[in-house]
């Protein structure tokens, strides 16, 4: 019904300052190691059923319980599709000022912010 795939890389700090988190804790690297989001689809008939969302638990979870060491999860999203970058805010994933692309957004995701009581997972803390 649908599938995700994963890639490591890296965000420069230019495109990650705006998570507040990241910006308190003062982290000097000039690159945050992360999990691309290369592709993240769902089958028409089975959108708006909350498979998106258990997608990206699931990675949450995958990336978390392997350990690699990533911080942020990064998709790109096609500026146009409105309803895509909306399920993407709605689960904690920001607009990170990069390199204007005229058709992409870059969003991220800090894996590192934990809900706290009375609010969603991926909301900012």
Same mark, same amino acid.
């Given at each position: ?18 998570l507040p988190r990241l910006r308190k804790e ?13 592709? *993240?689809? &769902? ?10 969302? =258990?997608?990206?638990?699931? $990675?949450? /979870?995958? !990336? ?10 990064? *998709?790109? &999203? ?10 993407? =805010?709605?689960?904690?994933? $920001?607009? /990170?000022? !990069? ?27």
């Amino acid at each position: 019904v649908g599938f995700v795939t994963l890639l490591a890389t890296s965000v420069k700090r230019q495109d990650w300052h705006l998570l507040p988190r990241l910006r308190k804790e003062g982290i000097q690297y000039q690159h945050v190691p992360a999990i691309l989001i290369g592709r *993240l689809a &769902v089958r028409n008939d089975m959108q708006k059923k909350g498979v998106g969302k =258990e997608i990206l638990t699931w $990675v949450r /979870a995958l !990336v978390t319980d392997l350990q690699v060491g990533c911080r942020l999860l990064a *998709l790109h &999203v096609d500026k146009a599709n409105v309803g895509g970058v909306r399920f993407y =805010e709605r689960e904690g994933f $920001v607009a /990170a000022p !990069v390199k204007p692309d005229k058709d992409l957004s870059t969003m991220l995701y800090d894996l590192m912010v934990q809900p706290e009581p009375g609010q969603e997972e991926g909301e900012p803390v």
